[in-house]
Each structure stands twice: as structure tokens, then as C-alpha cells.
């Protein structure tokens, strides 16, 4: 697994469940569209790899309608402790932002 994923996972383990339910995506995605399930298992695997490379690269990704993914750089910075007044190097770190769009919220809130 990539240290990306693992981030993803990490930040948002109840609403980013793609990673785990590729079994049932193309299950319902082959149920739906009409084509064999290792068509589907193709699809959505491209799909997702797009999202997570574009991720990686510093990029975003917006489903229109739906959400909006970031990713955010928190640059290195020099820290101090008090209590021993010695100096450290903190690592740059990244976060993804999740953000859903008010058009899915009001589908949501209607039972649409």
C-alpha cells in the first residue's frame, strides 16, 4: 500500500470507503451498465488509480455534483522544545481535504 493510501485511510475511514468496496462497485456497476464484472473491475480500477495519482501529483479532483478532493502541503519547519531547548527538523506532511457539494447535500436531505 502507498503512503498516500494509508493517509486517506487514515484521515477518513468512514467516508472514503472505495478502497475497500471495489467488490461491490463493480458488482453494481456491471448490474447497472449490463457488462461483465471484470469490465467493470477494469473501470473502476482506472478510475480510482486516476484519482489517487492526480492526488499525489499535488493536483485536485472534482466529481462534478458530488465531491471535491485536495491535497494540501504543510511545508517543513524547524521546532523547539522548552524543556531541553534542542532544535528538530518536522518533516512536510500532507493532508487530503474532503469536500462535498451542496447539490449531493440537498439529494441527500430530499431522499433523491
Keep these: 500500500m502507498s503512503p ?3 493517509v486517506i485511510r487514515k484521515q477518513y475511514p468512514e467516508t472514503i470507503n472505495i478502497f475497500r468496496d471495489r467488490r461491490y462497485l463493480r458488482k453494481r456497476l456491471s448490474q ?4 461483465p464484472i471484470a469490465l467493470a473491475a477494469s473501470v473502476i480500477n482506472v478510475v480510482v488509480d486516476a484519482m489517487v495519482n492526480e492526488l499525489e501529483d499535488n493536483g485536485y479532483v472534482h466529481i462534478k455534483d458530488f465531491i471535491t478532493m485536495k491535497t494540501k502541503r504543510i511545508k517543513s519547519k524547524q521546532i523547539t522544545i522548552p524543556y ?3 532544535t528538530y527538523t518536522m518533516p512536510e506532511k500532507y493532508h487530503i481535504t474532503f469536500r462535498v457539494c451542496k447539490k449531493f447535500i440537498e439529494r441527500m436531505v430530499m431522499g433523491i
Design 4 to 6: 498516500f493510501r494509508a
Design 32 to 35: 447497472k451498465a449490463g457488462i
Design 84 to 86: 531541553n531547548n534542542r
